[in-house]
């Protein structure tokens, strides 16, 4: 990701520019010293894959935190030298044992109070689910409201599940109910729903399942059912009994991270005051802006905000 990539997560919101500004300020201020004893910035824990070369998990979500000036700490959950697809990478999945002593570590040096949100995306094990839900329950443990952002990484429709099953149904069975936040592509939402997925009904209603097994708010990423207009993506909103839909044209370029890129996008922005539907507006045009820089859009044309779906899904609310 490029400079002027992540100028673009955040261009054009003056008021959020200035929060930017400031929270930089602190951080040149506080971090000098105990941390946990001088500094009032809350950070955001992101417990995903790292890679020392490209963009990708936490390697990209850094980014998109530090264009907002947000305090990141980035808990890696495999360590490889760059994205496994199709190529040869080095490198391993990180002891759940490690993660269970960071999050010790973070307690016994008061840090878990700084914790402003937490979020997760590709676990290497099973066994990191448990110890994400730790450190919320430490974080939440003095009645704060610290939410979570769940990205459920399992596969997508070209490839199918990718994950090993025992990861698949920690994500479903443990870190989705706790989650205040999912956002699941078409192919995940499909899976941990076991609901179709064809049609715009069968994707409200698919999401109002998986809403209904805990998070107030559901994002479906990558989606293209009969519905969809030809070249281009629908991402669907669902926050409450309310739902929109963003519509993209298309673009022809690897996407190896976009996901990473628009979670990280929308609970930045969520974070900062914006109402769901302005976020996942702003976060879907910073990344389809990125993959035009570096891709084809198979039909350019204006990007749509996000608007009220024509067709609901049962129960869902589309008036104005």
């Given at each position: 990701?490029s400079?002027a990539?992540?100028?673009?997560?955040?261009?054009?919101e003056?008021?959020i520019?200035?929060r930017?500004?400031?929270?930089?300020n602190?951080?040149?201020?506080?971090?000098?010293?105990?941390?946990?004893?001088e500094?009032n910035?809350?950070?955001?824990?992101?417990?995903?894959?790292?890679?020392?070369a490209?963009?990708?998990?936490?390697?990209?979500?850094?980014?998109?935190?530090?264009?907002?000036g947000?305090?990141f700490?980035?808990?890696?959950?495999?360590?490889?030298?760059?994205h496994?697809?199709?190529?040869?990478?080095?490198?391993?999945?990180?002891?759940?044992?490690l993660?269970v002593?960071?999050?010790?570590?973070?307690?016994?040096?008061?840090l878990?109070?700084h914790?402003?949100?937490?979020?997760?995306?590709?676990l290497?094990?099973?066994?990191?689910?448990?110890?994400?839900?730790?450190?919320?329950?430490?974080?939440?443990?003095?009645?704060?409201?610290?939410?979570?952002?769940?990205?459920?990484?399992?596969g997508?429709?070209?490839?199918?599940?990718?994950v090993?099953?025992?990861?698949?149904?920690?994500?479903?069975?443990?870190?989705?109910?706790?989650?205040?936040?999912v956002?699941?592509?078409l192919?995940?939402?499909g899976y941990?729903?076991?609901?179709p997925?064809?049609?715009?009904?069968?994707?409200?209603?698919?999401?109002?399942?998986?809403?209904?097994a805990?998070p107030?708010?559901?994002?479906?990423?990558?989606?293209?059912?009969?519905?969809?207009p030809?070249d281009?993506?629908d991402?669907?909103?669902?926050?409450?009994?309310n739902?929109w839909?963003v519509?993209?044209?298309?673009?022809?370029?690897?996407?190896?991270?976009?996901?990473?890129?628009?979670?990280?996008?929308?609970?930045?922005?969520?974070?900062a005051?914006?109402p769901?539907?302005?976020?996942?507006s702003h976060a879907?045009?910073?990344?389809?802006?990125?993959?035009?820089?570096?891709?084809r859009?198979?039909?350019p044309?204006?990007?749509r905000r996000?608007?009220?779906?024509?067709v609901?899904g049962?129960?869902?609310?589309?008036?104005?």
């Amino acid at each position: 990701m490029s400079l002027a990539d992540r100028r673009m997560i955040c261009r054009n919101e003056g008021p959020i520019r200035n929060r930017v500004l400031r929270q930089v300020n602190q951080t040149r201020t506080n971090c000098n010293g105990d941390f946990a004893k001088e500094s009032n910035i809350m950070a955001t824990v992101s417990f995903q894959s790292h890679v020392a070369a490209g963009a990708v998990g936490n390697t990209a979500a850094s980014m998109v935190n530090a264009a907002f000036g947000c305090a990141f700490w980035a808990v890696p959950t495999v360590f490889y030298s760059n994205h496994p697809a199709g190529r040869t990478f080095a490198g391993e999945v990180v002891s759940p044992r490690l993660l269970v002593e960071c999050v010790a570590a973070f307690q016994e040096n008061g840090l878990v109070e700084h914790v402003g949100r937490i979020q997760s995306g590709y676990l290497g094990a099973a066994a990191h689910a448990p110890v994400i839900l730790s450190l919320l329950s430490a974080a939440r443990n003095a009645g704060r409201v610290v939410p979570y952002a769940c990205d459920p990484v399992l596969g997508d429709q070209a490839a199918g599940l990718y994950v090993p099953t025992d990861i698949a149904a920690a994500v479903r069975d443990e870190l989705v109910p706790a989650a205040d936040i999912v956002t699941p592509n078409l192919f995940e939402l499909g899976y941990l729903t076991g609901a179709p997925v064809e049609t715009t009904v069968d994707v409200w209603a698919a999401m109002q399942v998986l809403q209904a097994a805990g998070p107030g708010i559901v994002v479906a990423t990558s989606v293209q059912t009969s519905d969809t207009p030809p070249d281009h993506l629908d991402t669907f909103l669902l926050d409450g009994a309310n739902g929109w839909v963003v519509t993209t044209p298309y673009v022809d370029s690897p996407a190896h991270g976009a996901g990473d890129v628009l979670t990280a996008a929308f609970v930045a922005r969520h974070a900062a005051g914006e109402p769901t539907p302005t976020a996942l507006s702003h976060a879907v045009s910073s990344v389809h802006r990125i993959l035009q820089s570096v891709g084809r859009s198979t039909r350019p044309g204006p990007l749509r905000r996000a608007r009220r779906p024509p067709v609901a899904g049962a129960g869902v609310s589309c008036g104005a």
